[in-house]
C-alpha cells in the first residue's frame, strides 16, 4: 500500500502505458525544470519553532472570498482518461469529498458539465475552476466560457505561459498519440488541441498566441473572476493586477514548456513581493510533500495547485487513488504545521519559521 506520493508515482508507472507515462510525467527538452521543481521545495529549510501554543492548529485557509478546508488544489490537466478509464471524472469525486479545489482542463478528456455536476453536489467541496488558453477564433473561446458559467465554474484560468507547444523530448521519443476514444471533448474543433506530435507551423501559433489584449477581452466578457496561470516575472504580475486579475499563479507549467526556467519555489517570493498583497499568489510545480505545502503558505503563497501526484494517484486507484493523495498532502501538512509551532496557516504564524535574520529573537512566542 503506498503511504507517500513517491510510492504513488512508483506504482503508478507501472500501471500506465509507456508512451501515456511519457506525455503524462515528461518534460520539455532536457527535463531540467522539472527536476528543479522538486528539487527546490526540498532544498528550503524549515526553522520550527517551539512551545507555541496549538490548540486549535487547523488547516483552514482563505481564498478570494471562501474559507477552504485546505490550501490543497488540483491542477489543470489534459487527459486525465489516459491514467484511468473515469479520469476527470474520478478526480472531481474525489477532490469534492476531501475538500480539495479543483481547476479543469480545457483539454479534459470528460465533459465539462459533467464534471461540474459531479464536483458541485459536494457540500465541503472548495471552489471550482476552468481552465482556458486563447483560441484563434474567439467565438470557440466565447462558447466555451458560456459553458462554464452555465455549469457552475466559479473563476477562469487563463493560461498564459504556452503561445507554443514545448519541445517534450521524452514525449516525441515513445511516440505519443492519443488513443481512440480519448480527446479534448470540449473543444468545438481540434484548434487548441495540440496533443498529437508532428509538424506546426510556428509563424501561425505566434500569431494566435494571447496577449494583455485577449486578457482585457476575457475580462469583459464574463464577469467570472480572472485568474492568470504561468506568471514567473515580477513586472508580468504587475501587469497581471492592472489587468484586472483576480489571482495570479505562479507557473513553470510544470517543466513542459520552456525547459531551465527557474523553480516555481525560486520564484514565488519575487511574485508575492510584486502584487504586494493586492490579490492571492497561488503555486505549482514540484509539491510533493506536506512540508513543502507549509513552505509555500510561509512564503505568502494563499494556495498551491497539485498536478502529476494526482495523476498517479489516480493510475494507482481511481477516484481512491487521488483522495489518498489528498489526503496525505492534508495529514503532512497537519504534522509539520504542529512540528513547527504554526497553529494556523497565518503569516504571523508561520512567517518566523524560514526567517533566519536576527528578526527572529525579537518575536513573541
Known amino acids: 500500500m503506498p503511504v507517500t506520493l513517491a510510492d504513488h508515482e512508483w506504482l503508478a508507472q507501472e500501471r500506465t502505458e509507456p508512451s501515456a507515462w511519457a506525455y503524462l510525467c515528461g518534460g520539455a527538452a532536457d527535463e531540467i525544470t522539472l527536476r528543479a521543481n522538486q528539487n527546490a521545495w526540498q532544498q528550503i529549510p524549515l526553522r520550527p519553532r517551539v512551545l507555541r501554543p496549538l490548540a486549535g492548529c487547523h488547516t483552514c485557509t482563505e481564498l478570494m472570498g471562501r474559507t477552504l478546508a485546505h490550501p490543497i488544489m488540483v491542477a489543470p490537466m489534459a487527459y486525465q482518461r489516459l491514467a484511468h478509464t473515469h479520469g476527470e471524472a474520478a478526480t472531481a469525486l474525489a477532490a469534492a469529498a476531501q475538500g480539495a479545489g479543483l481547476v479543469l482542463s480545457t483539454q479534459s478528456s470528460t465533459r465539462l458539465e459533467d464534471v461540474a455536476r459531479l464536483y458541485l453536489g459536494e457540500p465541503e467541496r472548495g471552489p471550482l475552476w476552468f481552465q482556458l488558453y486563447k483560441m484563434a477564433a474567439r467565438s470557440h473561446m466565447r462558447d466555451l466560457v458560456q459553458r462554464a458559467e452555465d455549469a457552475g465554474y466559479e473563476a477562469l484560468v487563463l493560461t498564459v505561459d504556452a503561445p507554443v507547444h514545448g519541445a517534450r523530448d521524452r514525449e516525441r521519443r515513445a511516440g505519443f498519440v492519443l488513443p481512440p476514444g480519448v480527446g479534448a471533448i470540449n473543444l468545438a474543433s481540434p484548434e487548441g488541441d495540440g496533443s498529437q506530435p508532428g ?74 513581493a510584486a502584487v504586494d498583497g493586492r490579490c492571492p499568489v497561488l503555486v505549482d510545480g514540484g509539491i510533493r510533500r506536506g512540508t513543502d505545502v507549509l513552505k509555500a503558505m510561509a512564503m505568502g503563497a494563499s494556495a498551491v495547485l497539485v498536478g502529476r501526484p494526482v495523476i498517479h494517484g489516480l493510475a494507482n486507484s481511481g477516484a481512491a487513488g487521488v483522495a489518498h493523495v489528498i489526503r496525505l498532502l492534508r495529514d503532512e501538512l497537519a504534522i509539520a504545521m504542529a512540528l513547527c509551532g504554526c497553529r494556523t496557516l497565518s503569516r504571523s504564524d508561520t512567517t518566523s519559521i524560514m526567517s533566519f535574520t536576527s528578526n527572529d529573537t525579537k518575536e513573541t512566542p
Open 199 to 272: 509538424p506546426v507551423d510556428f509563424d501561425i501559433l505566434c500569431n494566435q498566441a494571447a496577449t494583455w489584449d485577449d486578457v482585457a477581452w476575457l475580462g469583459m466578457l464574463t464577469s467570472l473572476p480572472m485568474v492568470l496561470k504561468g506568471i514567473t516575472h515580477p513586472a508580468d504580475a504587475r501587469l497581471a493586477l492592472e489587468a484586472g486579475a483576480a489571482a495570479i499563479i505562479v507557473s513553470n507549467h510544470g517543466g513542459r514548456t520552456l525547459d531551465t526556467v527557474p523553480a516555481t519555489a525560486q520564484l514565488l517570493p519575487e511574485i508575492v
